[in-house]
């Protein structure tokens, strides 16, 4: 890889080492007490798997980030980083998803089934992990164009 | 001049995938993608087709019980239909592109063909996953409840539901798999294209 690429791919990968890491550290740091007809509990993120399963994910991708920028750029590894970049976007979009999905269920309620929305009990945790969620979409944003750039950067040579 | 129109032909044709009647060996991106399609479809049509309905007794007045007939769709939950969807896409992606691959060799793609397949299996395994995941925490939700935030399961009432939903999700799952090898292929395809012969123009050459 030349080095204007490197520098190119080294920039967007501490964009995405920063989205990776805020997600997983806003989510982790969730949680709000709360007392509903004498009862009180507390709203942890690891009450929901989907939200631990969020903050695993996303503190695997920070790590993956944080060891590829210490790659040299001459090195012959730069192709396979390629399908690992693929690897950790689709796990990065299913966490995501999953968040978003049971997330959802917690602010609207799902009628059919019978849940209640709990975000009008713990209003500030609600708003702790939207933003949360928030930084893990640009975590994914920001690993697409990881990739795309991946791919560029190793088709331009062969033109030539 | 004309050699180099060949030589700017010569480019664009490193980009192609080989054309139909020189390959040789096992198809192996086209079996893969057509796996693929059974299973995204087979998740699509068994998720689509998931609903149950069910006499239960919700209340007693006196001593006649009241039943209230409730039922069990995929369209309750939108992660279901955000899977549906996505299936749905999935496989249609895949069967444009099997189709590309046996029929599509005169289309003039001027040398992007492999880059737009890479480029789209990328996007569909994407969509897919986001769909798989979503899918399968919210069944876990649905199977085993939350205690935290009280929500009870649904699974011991709807038993046929969780198990033809469970199969969609396993479809889904198998197809998730073999759409991310089609993709490593797709990628690995375009960064090494095959070699091809560099003709050599005889009536070119003019000897004075």
Known sequence: ?160 | MASGNEGQKIEADRLAPMPLSERKGFPVLLTLRLIAFFATASATIVMALNKERKALVVATIGSTPVEATLSAKFQDTPAFVFFVVANAMASLHNLLMMALETFGDSFDCKGMRLIVIAILDMMTVVLASGADGAAVFMADLGKNGNTHARWNKICDKFETYCDQGGGALIASSVGLLLLLLITALSIMRLLKPNPKPIPHNNNLVTIP
Not at chain 1, 122 to 148: K, N, T
Not at chain 1, 149 to 157: D, Q, V
């Open chain 1, 1 to 160: 890889m030349s080095k204007m690429k490197w520098v190119f791919s080294l920039v967007l990968r501490i964009l995405a080492l920063g989205a990776t890491v805020s997600a997983a550290i806003v989510m982790g740091t969730s949680r709000e007490k709360a007392s509903f007809l004498s009862l009180s509990f507390e709203a942890k993120f690891s009450d929901i798997p989907s939200f631990k399963y969020f903050v695993i994910v996303e503190a695997v991708a920070s790590l993956y980030c944080f060891l590829v920028m210490f790659l040299p750029a001459r090195s012959s590894l730069w192709r396979f980083t390629i399908i690992s970049d693929l690897i950790f976007t689709m796990l990065l979009t299913s966490s995501i998803a999953a968040a978003l999905a049971v997330a959802q269920v917690g602010k609207y309620g799902n009628s059919h089934a019978g849940w209640l929305p709990i975000c009008g009990q713990v209003p500030r945790y609600c708003d702790h992990v939207s933003g949360a969620l928030g930084a893990g979409f640009a975590a994914v944003v920001i690993f697409l164009a990881i990739l795309l750039s991946a791919i560029y950067s190793f088709l331009n040579p062969r033109l030539i």
